[in-house]
């Protein structure tokens, strides 16, 4: 499943993440505390998964946005 996937990818960049408090709608920010460079290298790891390029700046506040984007580009669940 995505969520599994990116859960996976949230705790490889930020070991620190409470596992049993990352759902869909945890914020990127605020619940997570991920920092830019932290963001940036989520970003990263998902062309990694996913084989995608992000080609301009898309702005996920909660890991829902994330997984809807992915789908939008042909992620299966």
Avoid at 46 to 58: A, L, T
Wanted: a negative charge; zero cysteines.
């Amino acid at each position: 499943m995505i969520i599994d996937d990116l859960k996976d990818i949230f705790l490889k960049i930020s070991p620190t993440i409470n596992v049993f408090k990352f759902d869909e709608n945890s914020r990127i920010v605020e619940d997570l505390r991920l920092d830019s460079l932290s963001q940036l290298m989520v970003v990263m790891e998902i062309e990694k998964k996913y084989n995608i390029k992000f080609e301009k700046v898309i702005t996920f506040e909660r890991v829902k946005d994330v997984i809807e984007y992915l789908k939008e580009q042909g992620a299966k669940d």
